[in-house]
């Protein structure tokens, strides 16, 4: 099955810097990579996502970039604020048998000092 | 935030009872989803449901049934059978089959006592 990893666990960094997260997936049938954020108590929310069929996706300050021949895809937050720590899920989506299986990685806790 | 609703928010049982976790979707979606959320291990799948009367195991069905009767809900029984529940449960549900955004509930967190 899929195995998606995710790096680092944890990020802190100061306001205004940028934030990058790393993530692999080992089924070449994944063909959808979302990213959600997650703050504390509440639920996952989807911020960006990329299909396979595109390299680069940026919506304002935050961009994903995927390189399915490596496999791996990566979440990049730029001018980075209080608001936006929050933890990170990758996640590497396929249809299988008509059913959308979604694996998620382990989550990426990212502080932003102010 | 409609839309995916879940009950209750916090749940606190006896070891050996059964519990039901309720979660209802007024987005008119196929398919909905039950994950378990432990620290340090992210969202892991329990069960999924396709379309009404249909629904197959996910990844870590054991200890864990659920029934789906209507379009919009899909509850989540724990058993007694689950030998570690206590974590946060979250619903999601998604337009169609095919791969596209999954919109989550807000949470239940189930502590056995």
């Known amino acids: 099955g899929e195995n998606v990893e995710q790096h680092p666990s944890t990020l802190s960094v100061q306001e205004g810097d940028s934030a990058v997260i790393k993530c692999t997936y080992s089924d070449s049938a994944s063909n959808y990579f979302p990213w959600y954020k997650q703050e504390l108590g509440k639920r996952p929310q989807l911020i960006i996502d990329?299909?396979?069929?595109?390299g680069e996706k940026k919506d304002q300050r935050i961009a994903v970039t995927l390189n399915k021949t490596a496999k791996h895809f990566s979440l990049h937050i730029t001018e980075t604020q209080p608001e936006d720590s929050a933890v990170y899920f990758c996640?590497?989506?396929?249809?299988?048998?008509?059913?959308?299986?979604?694996?998620f990685g382990t989550g990426t806790k990212l502080q932003v000092i102010p | 935030d409609g839309g995916i609703t879940q009950s209750p928010k916090y749940l606190f049982r006896k070891e050996g009872q059964n519990v039901t976790l309720s979660c209802e979707q007024n987005l008119n979606h196929d398919a909905m989803y039950w994950y378990r959320q432990d620290p340090g291990q992210g969202l892991r799948l329990i069960y999924y449901?396709?379309?009404?009367?249909?629904?197959q195991k996910g990844d870590i069905a054991e200890g864990y049934s659920v029934s789906r009767e209507k379009k919009e809900s899909f509850p989540l029984t724990v058993t007694s059978a689950q030998k570690n529940p206590t974590a946060f449960y979250l619903c999601?549900?998604?337009?169609?089959?095919?791969?596209?955004?999954?919109?989550f509930g807000p949470g239940t967190r189930l502590t056995v006592l």
């Open positions: 449901s396709q379309i009404v009367n249909d629904f």
């Open positions: 990329i299909r396979s069929n595109v």
């Open positions: 999601a549900s998604s337009q169609d089959r095919v791969v596209n955004e999954q919109f």
């Open positions: 996640a590497a989506s396929r249809n299988s048998g008509g059913y959308q299986k979604v694996t």
